[in-house]
C-alpha cells in the first residue's frame, strides 16, 4: 500500500481538492484493507475486493482512490445511508469489516488544535494525526453476495415488457406474469416530462 501522504495526494486530484472528508476517507479505507490483509489494491489483489459506501460525498471519492473499486467495475456498491461509513468484503476469504466515523472526532478535533479557526483545516490535521480507535468504529460484519453482485459478473439482459428497455444484473422485477423494470413498477427517481419521448 501507498503511504497516507501519498493517497491523500492522489485523493486530492481525483476529487479536485484536498478536505476533512478526504482525509476521513483516505484513513478509513487504508484501515478497512489492513484489517482484511489486502495490501496491494491496485495490482495483485484488486479482484478480491467490493466495498459498499453509505454517502455521496468527499469521502466516498478517496475511499475509490485507496480501493480502487470504482461503480463501473461493479466493485462499488452506494447504499444512500447519509453516513461517512464504509464495508470493505474480501471476496477471496468471505470476510467483511464496516468502518465509520465517530461523531466525537470532531469535538476531539477542537481539543487538539484550538489554534486554529478553520474548522476544515483544524479537522485535517487532526485527522491525519488522531488514532484509529478514537477516529473509527469497527465491526466484523457478514456481507451476502449473490453472484450477480460480484464485479465481472456476465448474466443475461432481459427485455422490460412495458418500455422495452434491457435490464441487466437481476434487475428486473417479475409481476402478474410479466418481466418489468423498476421504473415501470413505480419505483423512479424521475418523472416522464411532457412531450414525446425520442
Not at 44 to 55: M, Y
Not at 92 to 99: L, Y
Request: aromatic share 6%; net charge positive.
Amino acid at each position: 500500500m501507498k503511504s497516507l501522504d501519498e493517497y491523500l495526494r492522489d485523493a486530492e486530484h481525483a476529487h479536485g481538492h484536498l478536505c476533512a472528508g478526504q482525509v476521513l476517507g483516505v484513513r478509513l479505507a487504508m484501515l478497512g484493507l489492513a484489517k482484511l490483509g489486502i495490501d496491494d489494491p491496485a495490482g495483485k489483489d484488486r479482484k478480491r475486493l467490493v466495498t459498499f459506501v453509505e454517502i455521496d460525498r468527499c469521502a466516498t471519492d478517496a475511499v475509490a482512490v485507496v480501493t480502487g473499486c470504482r461503480l463501473g467495475k461493479r466493485a462499488l456498491k452506494f447504499r444512500d445511508w447519509g453516513k461517512v461509513a464504509a464495508t470493505f468484503v474480501d471476496v477471496a476469504t468471505g470476510k467483511a469489516i464496516r468502518i465509520s466515523a465517530k461523531e466525537s472526532s470532531k469535538t476531539l478535533a477542537r481539543q487538539m488544535h484550538p489554534e486554529i479557526a478553520d474548522k476544515n483545516q483544524q479537522q485535517m490535521l487532526a485527522y491525519r494525526e488522531i488514532p484509529d480507535n478514537d477516529l473509527f468504529a469497527t465491526q466484523w460484519v457478514k456481507v451476502e453476495l449473490p453472484p450477480e453482485e460480484f464485479p465481472g459478473y456476465k448474466g443475461e439482459r432481459v427485455i422490460c415488457e412495458a418500455c422495452g428497455e434491457g435490464v441487466n444484473f437481476r434487475r428486473e422485477v417479475r409481476m402478474g406474469g410479466r418481466v418489468l423494470c423498476r421504473s415501470c413498477v413505480g419505483e423512479r427517481y424521475y418523472e416522464p416530462a411532457d412531450g414525446p419521448s425520442s
